[in-house]
């Protein structure tokens, strides 16, 4: 169940329906993971500084179990999320960061449980 945070100061008008669709899509396929479990946040129109500018800018978060675990996964993750962004969003790679979190399925709540027990 990976979520996926963009936080942004581009306006709310950028982020529709489909690119939140299209967003977890692409995550989904770059993280091998079913579409169906992804949870994609998008908050908009954020006062930001991105590398001592407030240009446009994005910050994609990325937290999932058994895939975000290592520099060297991460590592492609970004190679193929990145030009995703920049197409979408018409940014240039120097205003698009991405992070990474591990997370262990004890960390992860549903159904009034954890992961690890479903």
Known sequence: MPF?????NLP?????EDF???LGSK??????KPEERMIVVVKPG??????G?????????????????TAEKNKEHSANILPFLIGELGLTEDRIVIRFYA?????VGKK???MSYL
Not at 12 to 16: D, I, N, P, T, V
Not at 27 to 32: Q, R
Request: net charge negative; charged share 15%; aromatic share 2%.
């Open 4 to 8: 996926i945070d963009l936080e942004s």
């Open 12 to 16: 709310a008008s950028k982020f529709s």
């Open 20 to 22: 939140l669709k299209k």
């Open 27 to 32: 995550t989904a396929a770059v993280l091998g």
């Open 46 to 51: 954020l006062p930001m500084l991105l590398c």
């Open 53 to 69: 500018t407030c240009a446009p800018c994005v910050i994609l978060s990325v937290s999932a179990i058994g895939v975000t675990d």
């Open 103 to 107: 997370l262990e399925p004890h960390q």
């Open 112 to 114: 009034g449980t954890v």
